[in-house]
């Protein structure tokens, strides 16, 4: 099996595009940004 493989890629592609909820990580990674963004906000 190779990393090429069509039905992988696909699976990912599709995993990726039809995700019904965001993983925590991924909330929990955007809510940093966020909080990144209003800091230098009211810094500059």
């Known amino acids: 099996m190779t990393t090429d493989d069509p039905d992988l890629t696909a699976h990912r592609t599709r995993s990726n ?3 019904p909820t965001p993983h925590p990580d991924t ?3 955007i809510e940093q940004v966020m909080d ?3 800091q230098d906000r009211g810094e500059a």
Do not use: G, L, S, T
């Open 36 to 38: 990144d963004v209003k």
């Open 27 to 29: 909330v929990a990674e």
């Open 17 to 19: 595009v039809h995700r």
